[in-house]
Antibody
Framework: EVQLVESGGGLVQPGGSLRLSCAAS????????MNWVRQAPGKGLEWVSY????????YYADSVKGRFTISRDNAKNSLYLQMNSLRAEDTAVYYC???????????????WGQGTLVTVSS | EIVMTQSPATLSVSPGERATLSCRAS??????LAWYQQKPGQDPRLLMY???TRATGIPARFSGSGSGTEFTLTISSLQSEDFAVYYC??????????FGQGTKLEIK
């Protein structure tokens, strides 16, 4: 069974840092592009970051560029999101999501993890 | 950045009836459009990709159509488990991937 399990969320003060992890199982992790997507309380979905299978290509949303760093360890089947200089508006559930069924450069997200809550507050 | 606009924001439908949800892109996304279902406290679940291909395990009462800038998700006969929030997402021109703001499907 394909599974993604996030961890590392919690309460952090503005300006602080947090590192999220996503443990993958049930598929060849290194073969898949991965993403982080967040959802603020009561709001919609916002894409945060993308990383290719080899980690050679990385993209960020403008809202997190320069503050967040995505990475992966294919030997450990794990995806990470290092979040620095956190702001109140970063408060959200953070999901990791795998590239799905598409082809070429066009993939939807499937599956998603259950999410981990990050709360930025003093 | 491609802006995705869903309508209506809230749709009230009785069980057994048909529901039609719309998604519009600010520019063509070809057929690179996905639909997700999200229930309270749960992660999003892929329903449809390529605008009209049902994901694994998705019942046949769900269908998707459209290409370019106009897309529709139809649920032919609503079951109690279908009441949720639905999001569309374009993956044609990225980064960034962009989502619609969601349509809440509620029981009438």
């Amino acid at each position: 069974e394909v599974q993604l399990v996030e961890s590392g969320g919690g309460l952090v003060q503005p300006g602080g840092s947090l590192r999220l992890s996503c443990a993958a199982s049930g598929f060849t992790f290194s073969s898949y592009e991965m993403n982080w997507v967040r959802q603020a309380p009561g709001k919609g979905l916002e894409w945060v970051s993308y990383i290719s299978g080899s980690a050679s290509t990385i993209y960020y949303a403008d809202s997190v560029k320069g503050r967040f760093t995505i990475s992966r360890d294919n030997a450990k089947n794990s995806l990470y999101l290092q979040m620095n200089s956190l702001r109140a508006e970063d408060t959200a559930v953070y999901y990791c999501a795998r590239a799905g069924h598409g082809s070429g450069s066009w993939y939807e997200f499937d599956p998603w993890g259950q999410g981990t809550l990050v709360t930025v507050s003093s | 950045e491609i802006v995705m606009t869903q309508s209506p924001a809230t749709l009230s439908v009785s069980p057994g009836e048909r529901a039609t949800l719309s998604c519009r892109a600010s520019q063509s996304v070809s057929s690179n459009l996905a639909w997700y279902q999200q229930k309270p406290g749960q992660d999003p679940r892929l329903l449809m990709y390529g605008a009209s291909t049902r994901a694994t395990g998705i019942p046949a009462r769900f269908s998707g159509s459209g290409s370019g800038t106009e897309f529709t998700l139809t649920i032919s006969s609503l079951q109690s488990e279908d009441f949720a929030v639905y999001y569309c997402q374009q993956y044609n021109n990225w980064p960034p991937y962009t989502f619609g703001q969601g349509t809440k499907l509620e029981i009438k």
